[in-house]
């Protein structure tokens, strides 16, 4: 029996081959690089208390450090977007995987240069610091890593544009997004157990590793779709369902002015420093407001990114599901992104929440909507962009988002410095996607298709 698809207006259109295919294969492989990704990103939010006490910095240093890695994948991220576009997924996406690995196993030798020294910020008072020690070792892992991890979701998303048809690209994105919450969902139940057994420098190296086994993975099996051997005449019509695009390279000058740029990156801007957040702190608040170590706070982050899974598939699920039901790209995107934007205000009441499970229930919505609302405002890229060009669109949204990372990393620091209370930062968590959504509708309100050939409007 064959599946009835369905076309970017949600009209019935060519039929789906048989069988799962080779393109979910290569979807299979862009999970695992979201996974390993998250778990090497995460390690140092888990260990924060036990690094914290081995090396004596405080929450502005500690946001430094976050800092540190914000920066680099800002820088990265417009860089390889555009790398990517020029050399191709199978050798950007490699490169990428590599400088990662190298960036996350080096944190497993932070002290080993005393002497380093390395220039960071601070807005409480607006000063410049200076890190040391391991201190610096930290920040400069990070350095390393945010410039190798950059390249995960440009690349990933330019892989999804080649091998998966319009109708199909949500729920691929939201498939492969979903690694994100598998390797945060891992973290903490593998980081821990390495440190109590083998020590901290360990949890950084065999989590590092991981990266150097994908790449033998990805290198033998990726190819282009009209390249691959695997993929039959039918996969491959399916693939190509769409309309014929140029491939005449785009020039970032064409793109950076566009109102359909600014609106996928006004969104990233806006949110990503929330999931950001997460990832870094929530540790801490599970720590600070309610007394969980290295030992108890496993099942809570695992719960917390597990329910974050299902929202990022189901976030991608939605608005697919509604373009097979006759919706319009436009209002089946925006209705899922609003259905989640909605899901994550009730985060107002997590600082506040004195039971446990109450305050993890809260966090878990929240983060669920975020993925969810991620899975389709990528998705908005390949709506609104030809294949050629999604890559560096990719990359710009991704520095805005990383800037906003940048901030939140220090605003945070300084919050927790002088109060201590998480209040503040989820007011600013529960408000930004709803903020977000209208900015996006305003610049992009029918989600039409960027005009590359002439001035935007």
């Given at each position: 029996?064959?599946?009835?698809?369905?076309?970017?207006?949600?009209?019935?259109?060519?039929?789906?081959?048989?069988?799962w295919?080779?393109?979910w294969?290569v979807?299979?492989?862009?999970?695992?690089?979201?996974?390993?990704?998250?778990?090497?990103?995460?390690?140092?939010?888990?260990?924060k208390?036990?690094?914290?006490?081995?090396?004596?910095?405080?929450?502005?240093?500690?946001?430094a450090?976050?800092?540190?890695?914000?920066?680099?994948?800002?820088?990265?991220?417009?860089?390889?977007?555009?790398?990517?576009?020029r050399?191709?997924?199978?050798?950007?996406f490699?490169?990428?995987?590599?400088?990662w690995?190298?960036?996350?196993?080096?944190?497993?030798?932070?002290d080993?240069?005393?002497?380093?020294?390395?220039?960071?910020?601070?807005?409480?008072?607006?000063?410049?610091?200076?890190?040391?020690?391991?201190?610096a070792?930290?920040?400069?892992?990070?350095?390393?890593?945010?410039?190798?991890?950059?390249?995960n979701?440009?690349?990933?998303?330019?892989?999804?544009?080649?091998?998966?048809?319009?109708?199909e690209?949500?729920?691929?994105?939201?498939?492969?997004?979903?690694?994100?919450?598998?390797?945060?969902?891992?973290?903490?139940?593998?980081?821990?157990?390495?440190?109590?057994h083998?020590?901290?420098?360990?949890?950084?190296?065999?989590?590092?590793?991981?990266?150097?086994v994908?790449?033998?993975?990805?290198?033998?099996?990726?190819r282009?779709?009209?390249?691959?051997?695997?993929?039959?005449?039918?996969?491959?019509?399916?693939?190509?369902?769409?309309?014929?695009?140029?491939?005449?390279?785009?020039?970032?000058?064409?793109?950076?002015p566009?109102?359909?740029?600014?609106?996928?990156?006004?969104?990233?801007?806006?949110?990503?420093?929330?999931?950001?957040?997460?990832?870094?702190?929530?540790?801490?608040?599970?720590?600070?407001?309610?007394?969980?170590?290295?030992?108890?706070?496993g099942?809570?982050?695992?719960?917390?990114?597990?329910?974050?899974?299902v929202?990022?598939?189901?976030?991608?699920?939605?608005?697919?599901?509604?373009?097979?039901?006759?919706?319009?790209?436009?209002?089946?995107?925006?209705?899922?992104?609003?259905?989640?934007?909605?899901?994550v205000?009730?985060m107002?009441?997590?600082?506040?929440a004195?039971?446990?499970?109450?305050?993890?229930?809260?966090?878990?919505?929240a983060?669920?909507?975020?993925?969810?609302?991620?899975?389709?405002?990528?998705?908005?890229?390949?709506?609104?962009?030809?294949?050629?060009?999604?890559?560096s669109?990719?990359?710009?949204?991704?520095?805005?988002?990383?800037?906003?990372?940048?901030?939140?990393?220090?605003?945070?620091?300084?919050?927790?410095?002088?109060?201590?209370?998480?209040?503040?930062?989820?007011?600013?968590?529960?408000?930004?996607?709803?903020?977000?959504?209208?900015?996006?509708?305003?610049?992009?309100?029918?989600?039409?298709?960027?005009?590359?050939?002439?001035?935007?409007?």
């Open positions: 029996m064959q599946i009835p698809s369905f076309d970017a207006a949600g009209t019935q259109g060519s039929t789906a081959p048989r069988g295919g080779v393109r294969v979807c299979a492989m862009l999970f695992g690089a979201a996974a390993i990704n998250y778990i090497d990103r995460q390690v140092i939010g888990i260990l208390p036990t690094l914290q006490e081995q090396f004596h910095f405080d929450e502005r240093d500690y946001a450090i976050v800092f540190s890695f914000q920066s680099a994948y800002a820088i990265g991220l417009l860089l390889s977007g555009r790398i990517i576009d050399i191709g997924v199978r050798a950007g490699t490169i990428a995987v590599v400088v690995s190298v960036g996350a196993m080096a944190h497993a030798f932070a080993a240069l005393p002497w380093l020294r390395l220039p960071t910020v601070s807005i409480d008072p607006p000063q410049v610091l200076l890190l040391g020690g391991a201190t070792g930290l920040a400069l892992s990070r350095v390393i890593l945010g410039l190798g991890e950059a390249g979701f440009p690349a990933s998303i330019k892989a999804v544009a080649e091998w998966f048809p319009k109708k690209r949500a729920l691929a994105t939201g498939i492969f997004n979903s690694g994100t919450n598998i390797g945060a969902l891992v973290t903490p139940l593998v980081v821990p157990w390495i440190t109590v083998y020590g901290w420098q360990w949890a950084f190296l065999a989590t590092g590793l991981l990266g150097f994908w790449v033998a993975w990805w290198m033998a099996a990726y282009r779709p009209e390249e691959h051997a695997g993929v039959s005449a039918a996969e491959l019509a399916h693939i190509q369902s769409d309309p014929p695009e140029s491939i005449v390279p785009v020039p970032w000058s064409a793109v950076f566009l109102r359909q740029t600014w609106a996928f990156a006004l969104g990233k801007f806006l949110t990503d420093p929330i999931w950001w957040l997460y990832l870094f702190w929530v540790p801490d608040f599970l720590k600070r407001n309610h007394g969980l170590d290295l030992k108890t706070m099942l809570p982050l695992v719960v917390i990114y597990l329910v974050a899974d929202g990022s598939i189901g976030g991608g699920w939605l608005s697919s599901h509604l373009l097979k039901r006759g919706w319009s790209v436009n209002a089946a995107r925006k209705l899922a992104m609003l259905v989640c934007a909605i899901a205000v009730p107002l009441f997590a600082a506040q004195t039971n446990l499970w109450v305050a993890v229930g809260l966090v878990s919505l983060a669920a909507a975020h993925q969810g609302w991620s899975a389709n405002l990528f998705t908005l890229t390949s709506d609104m962009f030809p294949r050629r060009a999604v890559g669109v990719v990359g710009i949204g991704g520095m805005a988002g990383s800037v906003g990372g940048m901030l939140i990393a220090l605003v945070v620091g300084a919050i927790l410095q002088k109060t201590g209370s998480y209040v503040p930062i989820f007011v600013i968590c529960a408000s930004a996607y709803l903020v977000a959504l209208a900015l996006i509708h305003l610049l992009a309100p029918r989600l039409e298709p960027a005009r590359l050939d002439d001035t935007p409007v």
